[in-house]
């Protein structure tokens, strides 16, 4: 029977002891069950064996069949803009809080990752949002987004000022903190800090959540997947303002900027072991009350 992957990569937080003890055991397994591993250069630091190969992430993902993202939802969001512009697959382990996108346990790891090594796993695409900034005319600065795209002042709690069309249809002019455009996966996010709804991953839709509005009318809506959206900044504002990908990567908006957001051409592939169910991850980490009504019999 011809294995579903051949070539595995590691990928985890470096200098993390939780991680470096989960790296090694799951080098260690991958060795033994006859598998080529290739283990990210900086988190790879952290292994003795002088026989590691140590790739950087672009290559784990142009030579991988699949990726093993060890840390939590901050580290999978980073790894994932990048793998996902490759054909490799992405299961997470997780060593973080939360651990929406990572589904194994370290503490329970090697019998799911061998039904999911064996092929007996679910595969979901998530998809990602693409930000560009255009200045006269030209795009000045671009960036992809898992969860959420950010447009908010650098100042803490300081309102600024942006007009929202989508698909060029004029929406409005709005005072707030900013605007949060999430995907599916991010509404479980910081969208959701901000009252924004929960959206199934498989739903093809974008939330915009306006942050602290300067009206009681303005409330987040759901938007179709392929809009694009666009925000443009006054030419009279003095704000200084910027746009963040999933808090991680930030980009500078000048006065007079477009800001174009886009689902992006690239997917994730995302694995999950069989059994999984969206809405126990929900249940599990949004500490839902799990009681069921019990049926009297007639």
Not at 59 to 64: D, K, L, Q, V
Not at 207 to 217: A, C, D, E, G
Not at 255 to 274: A, M, R, V, W
Request: charged share 20%.
């Amino acid at each position: 029977m011809k294995r579903p992957f051949n070539t595995i990569g590691l990928v985890g937080k470096a200098n993390h002891h939780a991680t470096s003890q989960t790296l090694s055991e799951l080098y260690h397994l991958l060795i033994s069950l006859d598998y080529q591993v290739l283990v990210e250069e900086m988190v790879g630091q952290d292994l003795e064996e002088l026989s590691v190969e140590r790739v950087e992430l672009t290559t784990i993902g142009e030579r991988c069949d699949l990726a093993i993202v060890i840390g939590g939802d901050g580290h999978m969001l980073g790894s994932a803009r990048v793998l996902a512009r490759y054909d490799i697959a992405v299961v997470g382990v997780n060593r973080g809080n939360l651990g929406f996108l990572a589904d194994l346990d370290p503490d329970n790891l090697e019998a799911p990752l061998c039904q999911i090594l064996q092929g007996e796993h679910l595969i979901e695409q998530r998809f990602l949002l693409e930000a560009q900034i255009f200045r006269h005319g030209m795009m000045k600065s671009t960036n992809t987004a898992m969860n959420e795209v950010v447009l908010h002042a650098e100042k803490v709690a300081h309102m600024i000022e942006f007009e929202l069309y989508i698909d060029d249809l004029f929406v409005y002019h709005q005072r707030s903190d900013g605007l949060i455009t999430a995907t599916p996966t991010g509404s479980t996010a910081y969208s959701l800090s901000g009252g924004g709804p929960i959206l199934t991953p498989n739903m093809d839709a974008i939330s915009l959540v306006p942050m602290f509005p300067h009206t009681l009318s303005s409330r987040p809506i759901v938007i179709a997947g392929n809009s694009q959206i666009k925000l443009r900044i006054p030419n009279y504002t003095d704000d200084q303002i910027q746009l963040s990908c999933d808090g991680q990567v930030t980009l500078a908006v000048q006065p007079g900027d477009e800001i174009i957001i886009k689902k992006s051409i690239n997917l994730l592939q995302l694995i999950h072991p069989t059994g999984y169910s969206y809405y126990e991850v929900l249940r599990s980490k949004l500490n839902w009350n799990e009681q069921k009504v019990v049926r009297r019999k007639p």
